[in-house]
C-alpha cells in the first residue's frame, strides 16, 4: 500500500479506515458469495467447539478440553460479531479485535494438546479414582 492517498493529495491521514473495500459495495457478487461461506464456517467452528464443550464436560478427566474448546468458542463468537458489525459499517476497532479474538482461538489450540496428552491423563485419573 502506498502511503500516499490519491483521494486527498496528501499522505495518509489517521481515522481514514481503509479495509472493506476491496470486494465492493455490499450487495456486490464478491460479498453475497461469501456469506454462505462465512456463515457455515462460523456454524462449524463455533458449534463445534460448543459440541466438544457438552460431550467433554461429561468426563472430568477431559476438564482441559473443556477449557480449550471454551477458548476457541469465546474466539469465534468474538470474531463473528467483529465481521457483522463490520459488515454494518462499524470498523472501529476490528484489526485489534480480531486479533484478540484470533489469539484466543490459538490459546485453545495450545491448551488443547495432544491426543496422548488426553490418553496419559485419562489412564491417570482412573488409577486416581481406584479404577
Request: glycine share 12%; net charge positive.
Amino acid at each position: 500500500m502506498e502511503p500516499w492517498s490519491e483521494h486527498s493529495g496528501h499522505w495518509l491521514v489517521p481515522g481514514i479506515t481503509v479495509g472493506g473495500q476491496a470486494l465492493g459495495p455490499s450487495v456486490s457478487f464478491p460479498r453475497v458469495m461469501s456469506l454462505p461461506f462465512n456463515i457455515s464456517g462460523t456454524i462449524l467452528l463455533f458449534g463445534g467447539a460448543a459440541w466438544s464443550i457438552w460431550r467433554f464436560a461429561k468426563r472430568r478427566e477431559y476438564g482441559y478440553r473443556v477449557r480449550a474448546n471454551v477458548f476457541i468458542a469465546a474466539g469465534a463468537a468474538l470474531l463473528a460479531f467483529l465481521v457483522s458489525r463490520a459488515r454494518l459499517g462499524n470498523t472501529a476497532g476490528l484489526y485489534p479485535a480480531e486479533m484478540v479474538a484470533v489469539s484466543l482461538m490459538f490459546a485453545g489450540l495450545l491448551r488443547a494438546g495432544k491426543l496422548d496428552k488426553g490418553a496419559r491423563m485419562a489412564q491417570a485419573w482412573r488409577k486416581s479414582a481406584g479404577g
